[in-house]
Nanobody
Framework: QVQLVESGGGLVQPGGSLRLSCAASGSIFSIDVMGWYRQAPGKERELVARITSGGITNYVDSEKGRFTISRDNAKNTVYLQMNSLKPEDTAIYYC???????????????WGQGTQVTVSS
């Protein structure tokens, strides 16, 4: 059984920073892409950033320069450093990972339970 557990969300003032973490655990053979998505009230879930096992990153244009995604392959963990936060960044942030549990199965997409980020004064 694979689990993704996020941490690091909370309440922050505009202009502040937060660092989100997501650790994958369980029966894991390999992890391909890991990423962060977010869903604001009344909106669809959207990609924020993602990173391959080789460290290639992809960001939504609006987050470039403010957010940085990284990962520690030895710890099966992905991070999202968020700086210069704005009220419009308020959302539930979800971790996603494409994981192969053993050599006989294909890769599946797994989701964490989400962590709330609120940017408000």
């Amino acid at each position: 059984q694979v689990q993704l557990v996020e941490s690091g969300g909370g309440l922050v003032q505009p202009g502040g920073s937060l660092r989100l973490s997501c650790a994958a655990s369980g029966s894991i053979f390999s992890i391909d892409v890991m990423g962060w998505y977010r869903q604001a009230p009344g909106k669809e879930r959207e990609l924020v950033a993602r990173i391959t096992s080789g460290g290639i990153t992809n960001y939504v244009d609006s987050e470039k320069g403010r957010f940085t995604i990284s990962r520690d392959n030895a710890k099966n963990t992905v991070y999202l450093q968020m700086n210069s936060l704005k009220p419009e960044d308020t959302a539930i942030y979800y971790c996603n990972a494409v994981i192969q549990v053993d050599t006989t199965t294909r890769r599946y997409s797994y989701w964490g339970q989400g962590t709330q980020v609120t940017v408000s004064s």
